[in-house]
């Protein structure tokens, strides 16, 4: 059943002649209602003792009264065009309205999507600059490649070697100075214990200073990493040797106590 609405606005607009008609329809509509109401109760079934079994027909009388709806066409409640005027005016009124609102949502939408493609924009730009600055530089790494030839290569390597053998020579130097500064050899006792062990300074005679046995332990490893173990003779001051392997310098073989290598530094 349609219904039709007129606000107090729209009522007053209004002709006496149609608000009288107006009114009524509704109340002839109304006694209508009442009636079908007064109808459905008198013809409610009797509470069964299945439950189940009458929502089940309840279920079968709603489905047949909307098919029966389904095919009834829609009349109008009333003629009186004056009526049916206001009533288009008010539904076109919030027709306008919620226009209004779905307008302002998409401009709010529009203005947030502008905003996301300026900045995508933007990022592209930056990217492409980024793209040119990139291939400029292969470019230009390109060309200085082309221009060095073999010989300008083979001499700056040589350079490089030659800047590694003086680097090497001054470490070289500085940790003899180190060593012989808090390290001295054992041929440097005093002149008193040089008096009370004539035999020992004999027995320092051959023995190589503490530079010496790194330097015999490093050139090992680097000649022969597959075997950098060193034999400890009678030149090894023991000492010497005793330090390198309880400051974890040096480490000894496991199946031979005669030989020692140098630590794996990682």
């Known amino acids: 059943m349609a219904e039709v609405k007129l606000g107090g606005q729209a009522a007053a607009e209004l002709s006496e002649a149609a608000q009288g008609e107006?009114?009524?329809?509704?109340?002839?509509?109304?006694?209508?209602?009442?009636?079908?109401?007064?109808?459905?109760?008198?013809?409610?079934p009797e509470c069964c003792e299945n439950p189940q079994e009458q929502a089940v027909n309840r279920l079968?009388?709603?489905?047949?009264?909307?098919?029966?709806?389904?095919?009834?066409?829609?009349?109008?409640?009333?003629?009186?065009?004056?009526?049916l005027l206001q009533a288009g005016k008010e539904e076109m009124l919030k027709l306008c309205s919620e226009l209004e609102m779905v307008v302002s949502c998409h401009e709010?939408?529009?203005?947030?999507?502008?905003?996301?493609?300026?900045?995508?924009?933007?990022?592209?730009?930056?990217?492409?600059?980024?793209?040119?600055?990139a291939n400029d530089h292969v470019?230009?790494?390109?060309?200085?490649?082309?221009?060095?030839?073999?010989?300008?290569i083979l001499?700056?390597?040589?350079?490089?070697?030659?800047?590694?053998?003086?680097?090497?020579?001054?470490?070289?130097?500085a940790l003899g100075d180190v060593l012989e500064k808090h390290v001295p050899p054992p041929q440097n006792e005093s002149a008193a214990n040089r008096k009370k062990k004539n035999i020992t300074q004999e027995l320092h005679k051959d023995l190589i200073s503490l530079n010496e046995i790194l330097e015999l332990l490093m050139n090992k490893v680097l000649n022969t990493p597959h075997d950098p173990y060193v034999t400890v003779d009678d030149t090894f001051w023991p000492p010497y040797t005793e330090m390198l392997l309880r400051y974890g310098i040096a480490v000894r073989h496991q199946g031979n106590n005669f030989k020692i290598r140098l630590e794996t530094f990682c």
């Open 155 to 173: 001499q700056d390597t040589k350079a490089k070697i030659q800047k590694m053998k003086v680097y090497h020579e001054r470490l070289m130097e």
């Open 22 to 44: 107006l009114m009524e329809q509704c109340e002839e509509q109304f006694a209508q209602l009442e009636k079908l109401q007064n109808e459905m109760i008198l013809c409610e």
């Open 108 to 133: 709010a939408k529009r203005d947030k999507l502008r905003e996301t493609k300026e900045l995508e924009q933007k990022w592209l730009e930056e990217k492409k600059q980024a793209l040119i600055a």
């Open 139 to 152: 470019e230009r790494l390109q060309t200085e490649k082309g221009k060095l030839s073999e010989q300008s």
């Open 60 to 83: 079968m009388a709603t489905e047949a009264e909307l098919k029966q709806w389904l095919t009834v066409e829609p009349e109008l409640l009333i003629s009186n065009s004056e009526v």
